[in-house]
């Protein structure tokens, strides 16, 4: 929680009560630090310059004496408190801080239990308001000397063992991040600068857009609206370094005069440390780049079920049935139950799949199960991808969007295709020669047999067939479309905060899911129909169902963005990709971020899991398409090849072939069978989580399919294995 | 027309600018926005701290106005996502909750109507202007539950004829059910015969021949096919343009 924010106000540097270090106190000091800064020792000067807060300087002082009162009756020195209140001349009660924020006085209010102070609101930050300021003394080094601390650390890590140096020299980037915010925040503004201009060069290249937007910050209103810059210095950047590292750096910096630069590490820094052999730069380099630093080993550690779900008894047609059989689950009726099945999906419950009632799903009506039917029937006929048998591409080219289009999808069967514009409309096409109509009215439906054999050719009112319909409602750009497996509804989510359900019977919007205030930057309807997903600016995933109008679940722990969300195929779970280069995995039973991956150097704006469920392959604006084993929680791939962001990935149906589309106009395809193949399971030093990821980029890139001039915003494969590519003509 | 020799100061400082956020590549016209923006921004800002001024009676504008101009501006248009911990903690009471169970074979799975955007969005007027097209349809309010009825009468109808024809049976009674309600005249058969210029809008509008005759009659239909008679009219319209269009 945060306290409530008020500056700590002033103090003499060598006031005896500092140097407190507050490690073991470091939910509250790190929260207060933001607010509770103190200044600059200068002895008498009044309220920090440029502060926001209402309160003069003297109310300030007075805060920080009631806080040390606060302090010594805590501790029981009935006497120090008698002295110091008369020679203060404290009142019984004191003022009330302002606090920007009251949500966020509330919240802390709520939290602390009820405390002996005298006022009320003082009371609720009782706790806080002591650490607040006496962590902001031990905080407090001379800003001037910052430089000399960085560069005391720079010339310590450069001088260790070669094998030590690139572990230690993670700790570079949130280090020089933090201290510059720090100097930033107590509006040392030619500090900051000075100290940015100085170290802002040997930071990784990766970073480099990061630091850019720290340029820019000089003052301490900047970073008030920039509520993924908060984050990340509430936050703990995961650092992990083996213990022998470890052990250097800490006796390094327990040295007499580097004890400033430990306070900070302890403060804003998460060492995970592992038993093991130091990591290698390029082992550091894969898993690097994310905002929040790595993830921690717990954080993996939870069970995923990441099997698939069994596929229901359908009662086949006699005649198609000894061709069915082969690709169902559960057991057909003409055969004896097996225990082993024709193919290699087993009988048995997988113990890697969830069980069906895990969470509520919606039974099959008639119109599914001669849906699943269909699908059975098109498995049959799918063309067997390999590397010596890549799939044929058919591109759809948008022509005259104007750089309009913003979203794209596919039917699974592949017979409409919905397009998101930046002028707010959606339009959907039929692929097929079969025309788009509209369900009769009322009335006329009252006409129609009902007991005839095509009543639904019936109830489809002729008068309006056309090729293509345009769906009008949103007051926004449309970034993320989606169709229910069903082929029933739309979804459409855009910038207007909402995300919209269509009816695809009567062409008109049905629902309206407010939410998210900010842009909903992606939407996905589950495998299984009912329910959806969609992620936002405001940096969480709702979790909803169609039939109520409030989110079911909310997944938030993002430090930016939600730019990408992905069920996986048995509904279970959702993947996220962010603005913060991480990609979390959610349990959609309870909300708990069950995995997260980083190592993208860019935000990720595709994800893709494998048809079986195990993997999950992502693509960013750094090029790179990484694919993660969800299981164990590692990265056991990395395609490198495309020059641009890649804004689509999808795997063939029975999961070889990899396609991915970006925005350098071409469609690559890898082979994805041979970059799983390789994993043998026990080999994965799981404990420590090292990988070593072959360059294999080459031999797995099967092929490479320039556009003309049309970034390719999305791909599908049909069901029988043709790849289908769109995108936007943009000469 | 010869473009300016020189880009104009502030143009020259918005370009410094991207420069410097590294942007390397933009639409000429992106200057121009942000001079707008700039100018729109910075107007309204000191218009704001002039109002401040006036009320706290100060003669001349100060820096304190122009904070809290800028403060409350901040408050409205630009305001930002909530922060971490809010948004936790309000997961974490949401996630507690049981995913809700489904109930089998309930047809389309939507929220309460009253979230829903399936009811009419419009209110018929009076029955005079009523017409029908020589389909044989005519236009019928439909109501929402638990609206009070509205005379039922369209917009985009009305003919002399048909007003003279329905004056002639009398003001039709208005009348409020709990149900789909349905009002028209018993004179409405003749009205049917009448060949009457048809819109395109007309031609969509729901009927229901069955209604004929009696004054109070109920419609059970679908909230959704319900609709789809009064959208479908914009629908036409536009998918026509369309044509028209490509």
């Known amino acids: 929680f945060r306290a409530v924010p008020d500056d700590g106000g002033l103090v003499d540097a060598d006031e005896d009560k500092d140097i407190k270090t507050e490690a073991s106190n470091d939910s509250w000091g790190n929260n207060n630090a933001n607010d509770g800064r103190l200044l600059s020792p200068s002895p008498g000067s009044s309220a920090s310059a440029g502060s926001n807060k209402s309160a003069a300087g003297a109310s300030e002082e007075q805060q920080t004496l009631l806080a040390v009162l606060q302090f010594l009756r805590k501790n029981k020195l009935t006497e120090s408190v008698e002295i110091l209140r008369r020679e203060a001349g404290l009142p019984e009660d004191s003022l009330e801080p302002k606090g920007a924020d009251s949500l966020l006085s509330r919240v802390t209010a709520s939290s602390t239990a009820g405390a002996q102070a005298p006022t009320k609101v003082a009371a609720g930050e009782d706790q806080p308001d002591v650490n607040v300021v006496l962590s902001a003394y031990s905080q407090q080094g001379d800003p001037a000397l910052y430089e000399v601390y960085y560069s005391g650390l720079k010339r310590f890590i450069e001088s260790v063992l070669d094998c030590h140096r690139a572990e230690l020299s993670q700790v570079f980037y949130p280090l020089f991040v933090h201290m510059y915010l720090e100097l930033v925040y107590n509006n040392h503004e030619s500090e900051a600068k000075a100290f940015f201009e100085k170290f802002s060069g040997d930071q990784e290249c990766y970073y480099e857009d990061d630091l850019r937007v720290l340029s820019s910050l000089t003052k301490k209103e900047h970073m008030r609206g920039n509520e993924t810059l908060l984050d990340f210095r509430t936050s703990k950047f995961v650092l992990r370094i083996s213990r022998d590292s470890y052990q250097l750096l800490k006796r390094h910096l327990q040295e007499r005069q580097n004890n400033q630069i430990w306070n900070i590490i302890q403060e804003h820094l998460y060492i995970d440390i592992f038993d093991g052999m130091p990591r290698s730069k390029s082992q550091i380099d894969a898993m690097s780049g994310s905002l929040a630093g790595e993830a921690k080993r717990e954080a993996n550690k939870a069970k995923v079920y990441y099997g698939l779900l069994k596929e229901p008894e359908i009662e086949l047609p006699l005649d198609d049935e000894d061709e069915e059989a082969e690709n169902e689950e559960g057991k057909p009726k003409k055969k004896k139950p097996k225990k082993d099945s024709l193919g290699s999906k087993s009988k048995k419950q997988d113990p890697n799949a969830p069980s069906q009632n895990r969470i509520p799903l919606p039974e099959l009506k008639d119109s599914d199960k001669l849906d699943k039917i269909m699908y059975m029937k098109e498995a049959t006929k799918r063309i067997r991808l390999g590397p010596d048998n890549l799939p044929s591409i058919c591109f759809y080219s948008f022509l005259n969007a104007y750089q309009g289009l913003t979203a794209v999808d596919f039917t699974d069967d592949s017979s409409l295709i919905a397009g998101g514009f930046a002028d707010s409309t959606v339009r959907v096409w039929s692929v097929t020669p079969k025309k788009l109509r509209k369900v009769k009215s009322a009335a006329d439906l009252n006409l129609i047999d009902k007991e005839s054999d095509d009543v639904l050719e019936r109830i489809m009112d002729e008068k309006t067939a056309s090729e293509s319909k345009i769906l009008c409602g949103h007051s926004g750009p449309v970034y993320g479309i989606s169709f229910s497996p069903d082929r029933n509804y739309l979804l459409s989510s855009s910038e207007d905060g909402t995300v919209r359900l269509w009816s695809l019977q009567t062409f008109t919007c049905l629902v309206g899911y407010k939410g998210h205030n900010y842009p909903v930057w992606d939407t996905q309807f589950s495998p299984h129909g009912y329910y959806f997903v969609s992620g936002g600016h405001d940096r969480v995933a709702r979790l909803w169902a169609t039939d109520h109008y409030q989110p079911l679940r909310m997944f938030s722990g993002h430090l930016a963005d939600v730019t990408c969300t992905r069920f996986h195929p048995n509904s279970n779970y959702v993947a996220t990709g962010s603005s913060d280069r991480t990609i979390r995995l959610w349990d959609v039973l309870n909300g708990n971020c069950v995995r997260i991956f980083t190592g993208h150097k860019g935000p990720i704006h595709a994800l893709a899991f494998s048809p079986n469920g195990k993997f999950l392959a992502s693509g960013a604006t750094d090029g790179r398409v990484l694919l993660w084993d969800i299981g164990h929680g590692l990265m056991v791939g990395e395609l490198k090849g495309h020059t641009d962001t890649i804004y689509s990935l999808r795997f063939s149906r029975d999961g070889e072939i990899l396609a991915s589309g970006s925005m350098d106009n071409t469609v690559r395809l890898w082979d994805a069978t041979k970059a799983f193949d390789d994993l043998e399971t026990d080999d994965f030093t799981a404990a420590t989580g090292h990988i070593h990821l072959q360059d294999n980029s080459q031999e797995l890139l099967l092929g490479t399919y320039m556009t003309k001039s049309t970034p390719v915003i999305h791909l599908h494969f049909t069901r029988r294995n043709l790849l289908l590519a769109a995108g936007a003509y943009n000469p | ?246």
Do not use: W
Not at chain 2, 126 to 149: E, N
Not at chain 2, 162 to 179: A, F, Y
Not at chain 2, 206 to 216: C, E, Q, V
């Open chain 2, 1 to 246: 027309m010869s473009a300016p020799k020189t880009i104009p100061k502030d143009a020259q400082v918005m370009i410094q600018i991207l420069k410097d956020m590294g942007i390397t590549e933009y639409e000429p016209r992106v200057i121009n926005q942000m001079l707008e923006f700039t100018y729109r921004y910075v107007t309204t800002i000191i218009e704001d701290a002039k109002i401040y001024a006036t009320h706290a009676k100060k003669s001349n504008v100060d820096a304190d106005d122009i904070k809290l101009a800028i403060q409350c501006r901040m408050d409205q248009s630009f305001t930002s996502p909530p922060p971490r911990d809010f948004l936790l903690e309000v997961a974490r009471q949401k996630n507690q909750t049981p995913l809700p169970l489904i109930k089998p074979y309930t047809g389309p799975r939507l929220p309460p109507d009253r979230y829903c955007l399936t009811a009419p969005n419009y209110r018929l007027k009076s029955i005079q202007k009523k017409v029908s097209s020589s389909a044989g349809r005519i236009s019928v309010p439909r109501l929402s539950v638990g609206a009070v009825s509205s005379r039922p009468s369209t917009p985009t109808l009305g003919t002399p004829s048909v007003q003279s024809v329905t004056t002639k049976v009398g003001t039709p009674v208005s009348l409020t059910g709990q149900r789909f309600t349905v009002q028209i005249p018993p004179l409405t058969i003749n009205v049917f015969t009448f060949a009457t210029p048809s819109t395109p809008a007309v031609s969509n509008v729901l009927i229901n021949p069955s209604l004929i005759g009696s004054k109070n009659i109920l419609i059970t239909t679908n909230m959704v096919s319900q609709n789809t008679g009064g959208e479908s009219l914009k629908r036409k319209h536009e998918d026509d343009d369309d044509y028209d269009a490509l």
